[in-house]
């Protein structure tokens, strides 16, 4: 198997990476400059660097990249500075997932490729009721205001939902919603569900972010977990949060 993964040199990004090539499968990593990936990554037999912005590719070139994928995975984020915040380009997330998307049909494959997103528990999954409170929708009122990386991941989340759908003749997706971001070592015991469990906003629980890298790389190889998960949002707990529920 062959996988493309976008915003491989974040933190989330990277030990996906790891967790991939740990099970024997074939990378092809976009990052901005290849010295943000750890040496061992570097120098692994089975990464291909691609040395680029993903938004400055022309589309033959993110064709090119994509072809002979058998999965696409976006770990992009913005970056928590003023200008990551604010700056160009406010639409990376989404931009990035439909010109992907569009990567994929252009190279018309015999079969169909996943298209694994990394999203937010913030978002909500508005194929489903997710029960949020009243003073929840007024927090994220205000922050597609004021905060332009969250609608960005909300309209991501949303192109894969409306445009794609659960029908799509050449993709199949996933956007997985992970907790509070931690820091971990090891990967640790997690549970995955179909929406949150308490307020996205006011409890979001935690997870690690190697735990939300194995995650991902779950879903790409094995069969089961992409069943039972395609064309949904699933959320990440590590299994400490999850029993305070």
């Not at 989330?12 to 990476?17: D, F």
């Not at 089975?46 to 590719?57: C, R």
């Not at 002979?68 to 639409?91: E, F, I, Q, W």
Request: with cysteine; aromatic share 6%; hydrophobic share 40%.
């Amino acid at each position: 198997m062959t996988v493309l993964v976008v915003g491989a040199s974040g933190a989330t990004g990277k030990l996906l990476v790891e967790q991939l090539l740990n099970r024997g499968q074939k990378v092809k990593a976009v990052v901005r400059t290849s010295d943000s990936l750890p040496k061992a990554t570097r120098d692994h037999k089975n990464l291909s660097i691609i040395q680029a912005s993903i938004l400055d590719l022309s589309d033959a070139k993110m064709a090119q990249y994509v072809k002979g994928c058998d999965a696409v995975a976006s770990c992009l984020g913005h970056n928590m500075t003023l200008k990551g915040v604010y700056g160009s380009p406010r639409k990376l997330v989404t931009e990035a997932t439909s010109r992907l998307c569009k990567a994929i049909k252009a190279n018309n494959s015999d079969n169909n490729i996943k298209f694994v997103l990394m999203n937010t528990i913030a978002n909500s999954n508005r194929d489903l009721q997710e029960n949020n409170s009243i003073a929840h929708r007024m927090v994220i009122s205000l922050l597609r205001l004021v905060l332009p990386p969250h609608i960005d991941n909300e309209n991501a989340a949303d192109y894969l939902r409306t445009k794609i759908g659960q029908r799509d003749d050449k993709i199949e997706w996933t956007a997985v919603r992970p907790s509070g971001l931690i820091d971990e070592i090891e990967v640790t015991d997690y549970n995955v569900y179909a929406s949150p469990l308490g307020s996205a906003i006011f409890d979001s629980g935690k997870i690690s972010r190697i735990d939300v890298g194995h995650f991902m790389a779950d879903l790409i190889t094995d069969e089961n977990i992409w069943k039972k998960w395609k064309g949904r949002m699933p959320v990440l707990y590590n299994k400490e949060t999850s029993k305070y529920f």
